[in-house]
């Protein structure tokens, strides 16, 4: 079992619409949790972190987190066309290592 | 702050050639990481050192590849010899030494392409 699992996608949403995107962690242990931002050709730029249980918003994101389901999501609403990109969830364990999932495609269409 | 710098940018080389890839972390920061991301696997932790001493190197694929932190501000990742199956874009990364809970971003360079042929 990976550690990070992400449904790959590609997810296509309108623009203006609620996207969506999920992701489960084996490591019970694991105490934050983060939602990075790919660029097509560009590296990976966090959005969102959060470590305790419930919702964290943050303009149109909202990071929420389940440890007792080992879940966490993003929510993006009101998409636009400029929020078209891989989305990574990690997960940090001890001694700062960090865990990647494979990454959410996402594309917004106008 | 320029932030992690990386080179080169692009590598082309023929296998069995040794490729070096340098990374230079932000000023200040205790860790570095060194990824590498392929469509086939996601972006895969290959070592990480903590005040320049290498702490879980677990993700090396082989003894083909080596890493190295003389010191704070410059790491090596080494590939010999380099095969097509190493052909990748290899991300350093950095990170202040903060708690648990904390929000201990990791910082990406522009990464490395490299080619194999």
């Known amino acids: 079992q990976k550690e990070v699992e992400q449904n790959s996608g590609p997810l296509s949403v309108p623009e203006g619409a609620i996207a969506s995107l999920n992701c489960t962690y084996s490591d019970r242990g694991s105490q934050s949790f983060f939602w990075y931002r790919q660029y097509s050709g560009k590296s990976p730029e966090l959005i969102m972190f959060i470590y305790s249980n419930g919702d964290k918003e943050d303009g149109r994101f909202t990071a929420q987190l389940n440890k007792a389901s080992q879940y966490v999501s993003l929510l993006i609403r009101d998409s636009q066309p400029s929020d078209s990109a891989t989305y990574l969830c990690a997960v940090k364990l001890e001694h700062n290592d960090m865990r990647f999932g494979a990454g959410t495609r996402l594309t917004v269409k106008p | 702050d320029a932030g992690v710098i990386q080179s080169p940018r692009h590598e082309v080389t023929e296998m069995g050639q040794e490729v070096t890839l340098r990374c230079k972390p932000i000023s200040g920061h205790d860790y570095l990481f060194w990824y590498r991301q392929t469509m086939m696997r996601g972006l895969e932790l290959l070592i990480y050192f903590n005040n320049n001493v290498p702490i879980d190197d677990s993700g090396m694929p082989e003894d083909r590849f080596s890493a190295k932190m003389p010191n704070a501000s410059f790491s090596t990742l080494k590939i010999q010899p380099s095969e097509p199956r190493d052909s990748a874009v290899y991300f350093c990364?950095?990170?202040?030494?903060?708690?648990?809970?904390?929000?201990?971003?990791?910082?990406f360079g522009p990464g490395t392409r490299l080619t194999v042929l």
């Open positions: 990364a950095s990170s202040l030494a903060l708690g648990p809970q904390s929000y201990n971003e990791q910082f």
